[in-house]
């Protein structure tokens, strides 16, 4: 006998992550202890060929003060001095200017924008319409018999974000689950409820200058996560998300 | 007393060599320096298995990218996974040579050297693997490239040095 339809409608929701660029603060005992283990080290290294040199050419300038002995002798060898190399990369370091930590974005607190909190997991969160209410979550789309689940979250991504965008999905398994039953007035006898599969990808590149955004669309840290996502939601999502 | 007291076996006392164990374990065949043949194991088969990867961790810093290495040996180790080998290939150095061409010119010379770190695993169930690579990447330091692959024998040839001297013989006879 063939099985029974199953009353649960299936849908796959896709967790888009932009990995962080850079690493986060040191905390403050780190920070202590890789000081403590610097000084450590240089105490206990040996010169290196630059210093060695350093030190002879002092000792050679020296003598040339007290006594002109080596006038013959060091004109030929020394055409450019340790200490002026030093110099020259000194005024190199000084004119490098990095980037700053904390981006416009940060300072603005835009939540659309790629460019803020550079130290953590970005994810995507849509503005969805379920039922009667337009809620915030990750971008979901229902499950059409003969496709895998993962193409499912893969057609959630596309239809959100357009096409040809660059993330990874590293396996075909779901990361988590969320099911739910519909209130009561809804409810028939084969829809019970909803279960909706995550699954996480990886964005490889941030230009995103080609994908078409629809609808409202923000990216969150974990943290501001609480902000817009309702708490049994919340739940299972904060259980496959790393910090 | 205590000192000038103690009995020393001598070779014609009865207890001569009465701490001598050697004799009793079993003999030891002194090893062959031999090419051992690598083994492959079932991939994306009915196991869902991966067979032998590498973990290639390569920069410029020789401190961060041998941490490193030992973080995700060590790590590896408390998910009970099977880490076959864990080696490195040797280091890759390159002469950044500046040309400055205004009025004199001059050379400024840099000395980059490029460290590589793998390990090799086996064993890994798929619905492991993206979790572990989730964790690795998240942990990657800054200035560390990662790259995971499958081993292939090319991976294990490159370790190898070729014996030009050998090869030259080997032609003259065939």
């Given at each position: 006998s063939a099985a029974a339809p199953r009353p649960w409608r299936l849908f796959g929701a896709m967790c888009l992550l932009r990995l962080p660029r850079i690493t986060q603060p040191l905390e403050k005992e780190e920070e202590e202890m890789a000081a403590l283990m610097e000084q450590l080290e240089l105490e206990k290294s040996h010169y290196s060929d630059h210093e060695i040199r350093k030190l002879e050419e002092e000792e050679q300038l020296q003598r040339r003060k007290e006594s002109l002995y080596d006038e013959d002798e060091a004109s030929g060898k020394t055409v450019i001095m340790a200490q002026d190399l030093e110099e020259k990369w000194e005024q190199k370091f000084l004119r490098f200017k990095a980037a700053p930590r904390i981006t416009d974005a940060d300072k603005s607190n835009d939540?659309?924008?790629?460019?803020?909190?550079?130290d953590s997991n970005l994810m995507l969160l849509v503005k969805q319409k379920i039922g009667n209410q337009e809620l915030w979550l990750l971008p979901q789309v229902e499950w059409q018999p003969g496709e895998t689940l993962r193409n499912t979250a893969e057609r959630a991504m596309a239809t959100f974000l357009?096409?040809?965008?660059q993330a990874k999905i590293l396996?075909?398994?779901?990361y988590g689950i969320y099911k739910y039953k519909f209130p009561?007035?809804?409810?028939t006898e084969d829809n019970v409820g909803a279960k909706v599969f995550f699954f996480k990808a990886f964005l490889?590149?941030?230009?995103?200058?080609?994908a078409k955004l629809r609808a409202d669309h923000l990216w969150v840290t974990k943290k501001e996560l609480g902000d817009y996502l309702k708490s049994e939601y919340l739940k299972k999502v904060n259980r496959f998300l790393l910090d | 007393d205590a000192l000038l007291g103690c009995h020393r076996s001598y070779?014609?006392?009865?207890?001569?060599?009465?701490?001598?164990?050697?004799?009793l374990l079993p003999k030891e065949v002194p090893k062959r320096k031999k090419e051992k043949v690598q083994m492959k194991e079932i991939d994306a088969?009915?196991?869902y298995q991966y067979g032998d990867i590498n973990i290639q961790m390569t920069s410029y810093d020789l401190c961060l990218v041998e941490h490193f290495a030992q973080h995700v040996h060590r790590l590896c180790n408390r998910l009970s996974i099977r880490v076959n080998e864990s080696y490195a290939m040797p280091t890759k150095t390159n002469e950044v040579l500046f040309l400055e061409e205004r009025g004199s010119k001059m050379q400024l010379d840099a000395v980059l050297t490029t460290h590589q770190r793998v390990v090799q695993i086996r064993g890994l169930s798929s619905t492991f693997a993206p979790i572990l690579l989730e964790i690795i990447q998240s942990n990657q330091p800054e200035g560390v490239h990662l790259l995971v692959k499958q081993h292939t024998e090319a991976d294990f040839k490159s370790r190898l040095k070729s014996r030009p001297e050998l090869e030259e013989l080997l032609a003259q006879m065939s």
């Open positions: 939540r659309t924008s790629l460019n803020r909190k550079l357009g096409d040809h965008i396996g075909n398994a779901p009561r007035a809804i409810r490889q590149s941030s230009d995103l200058s080609q | 070779r014609s006392r009865p207890t001569h060599g009465i701490g001598k164990f050697k004799y088969g009915t196991e």
